[in-house]
T-cell receptor
Framework: AQKITQTQPGMFVQEKEAVTLDCTYD???????LFWYKQPSSGEMIFLIY??????QNATEGRYSLNFQKARKSANLVISASQLGDSAMYFC??????????FGDGTTLTVKP | EAQVTQNPRYLITVTGKKLTVTCSQN?????MSWYRQDPGLGLRQIYY???????DKGDVPEGYKVSRKEKRNFPLILESPSPNQTSLYFC??????????????FGPGTRLTVL
């Protein structure tokens, strides 16, 4: 069975600094996708970044990068140059190629001015 | 504008009264999925669909039904709602790239209360 673990319920970061949000996963499937989403207090789910299990390079999208370590089954999100608007809940998720999807319990990030 | 729409956005109902939450996407995505989110928790998958007429159970399918008669629509049906189905519901869609779903776009959410 799939499992996503986010061990940091809450994180604080100073504005303009970088922060890493941890995510480990467990699956027996050789082919899967890993995702990070942002959920601000308004409630919508915003896609941030995607990494396929066979991708050789770490995914990057603007200030977001995914540190993918397949052997360790980790997919940490790195946010560079944090902004006040980055304060939100962040979810790591995994999806099998067949379509089944699992989310972690989330990390609340607070950016301090 | 590319989007996933859900209706209604808010609904208060009573136990046992059948209801349908609609979901529609305009991006021609093959993959669609329903999730529920309860306070302090991540999203849990209810049902998903890889294409028209193909649906599968997620982790929490009990008490829900879905159908996928058209590519753009994926309604969630609660035949006999109960208070433990009070939750925030999200619909999502994505394309299939090389057979696998990738970037997933979410609807705005439907907040359901069952009294």
């Amino acid at each position: 069975a799939q499992k996503i673990t986010q061990t940091q319920p809450g994180m604080f970061v100073q504005e303009k600094e970088a922060v890493t949000l941890d995510c480990t996963y467990d699956t027996s499937d050789p082919s899967y996708g890993l995702f990070w989403y942002k959920q601000p207090s308004s409630g919508e789910m915003i896609f941030l970044i995607y990494q396929g299990s066979y991708d050789q390079q770490n995914a990057t999208e603007g200030r977001y990068s995914l540190n993918f370590q397949k052997a360790r089954k980790s997919a940490n999100l790195v946010i560079s140059a944090s902004q006040l608007g980055d304060s939100a809940m962040y979810f790591c998720a995994m999806r099998e190629d067949a379509g089944k999807s699992t989310f972690g319990d989330g990390t609340t990030l607070t950016v301090k001015p | 504008e590319a989007q996933v729409t859900q209706n209604p956005r808010y609904l208060i109902t009573v136990t046992g009264k059948k209801l349908t939450v609609t979901c529609s996407q305009n991006m021609n995505h093959e993959y669609m999925s329903w999730y529920r989110q309860d306070p302090g928790l991540g999203l849990r998958q209810i049902y998903y669909s890889m294409n028209v007429e193909v649906t599968d159970k997620g982790d929490v399918p009990e008490g829900y039904k879905v159908s996928r008669k058209e590519k753009r629509n994926f309604p969630l049906i609660l035949e006999s709602p109960s208070p433990n189905q009070t939750s925030l519901y999200f619909c999502a869609s994505s394309r299939l790239a090389g057979g696998a779903p990738d970037t997933q776009y979410f609807g705005p959410g439907t907040r359901l209360t069952v009294l």
